[in-house]
């Protein structure tokens, strides 16, 4: 496996379902990003992990929890989500820390999430 | 008002034209802008990034910024059936240290025709 990975690529999941995303990235990279994208609309950041620590939550509602175990993994746990949560969220990786050069972000496939 | 404005399109072009996709943006303090293309069912992937104001190629595609008029540009020459995707424009203060929040636009649906 190379790059950014996201598993399952696609997912549909009732309002009382509890359900995880996962993201690995095969970079060597320190960073890891989520971020949701809905028709019509910029890519929303929702949280950013920096060597293991989280370092942004752009006022995600509680419904979405990240938990990031190490800095090649990163998950989304989801719980009691609202029809309106649907949208292809997406995972991206970065070097990171003092890296010295520009740190740009490189992205996975993305999870396409529908909540009935 | 957004901090970034891209208009959505869908722009559609003959094969072999040249495309020109554009964003606007509010924030002074963006230095660094990125031009990401998305295929459908894909993730984003970055085509190029400019730093400050200037020109950049890359093979077909410049990138140019305008930062005196807050507008940043993204020219593909020779357009190709294989081009067509939705571009997305990013911008942010800061590319160093990590956890850099990046600011995007809505993205450009490219469609280019046979």
């Known amino acids: 496996e190379t790059g950014v990975t996201q598993t399952p690529r696609h997912l549909v999941m009732g309002m009382t379902n509890k359900k995880s995303l996962k993201c690995e990235q095969h970079l060597g990279h320190n960073a890891m990003y989520w971020y949701k994208q809905s028709a019509k609309k910029p890519l929303e950041l929702m949280f950013v992990?920096?060597?293991?620590?989280?370092?942004e939550n752009n006022s995600v509602p509680s419904r979405f929890s990240p938990e990031c175990p190490n800095s090649s993994h990163l998950f989304l746990h989801l719980h009691t989500l609202q029809p309106e949560d649907s949208a292809l969220y997406l995972c991206a990786s970065s070097q990171g820390g003092t890296s010295g050069g520009t740190d740009t972000q490189y992205f996975g496939p993305g999870t396409r999430l529908t909540v009935l | 008002q957004k901090e970034v404005e891209q208009d959505p399109g869908p722009l559609s072009v003959p094969e072999g034209a040249i495309v020109s996709l554009n964003c606007t943006y509010s924030n002074s303090a963006f230095q660094y802008f990125m031009w990401y293309r998305q295929y459908s069912r894909k993730g984003p992937e970055l085509l190029m990034y400019t730093y400050s104001s200037g020109n950049k190629e890359d093979g077909r595609f410049t990138a140019q910024v305008d930062k005196s008029s807050k507008y940043i540009s993204l020219f593909i020459r020779d357009s190709q059936p294989s081009d067509s995707a939705t571009y997305l424009c990013?911008?942010?203060?800061?590319?160093?240290?990590?956890?850099?929040?990046?600011?995007f636009g809505t993205g450009t649906q490219l469609k280019v025709e046979l």
């Open positions: 992990y920096n060597f293991k620590e989280q370092t």
């Open positions: 990013a911008m942010t203060g800061s590319l160093t240290g990590g956890g850099n929040k990046l600011t």
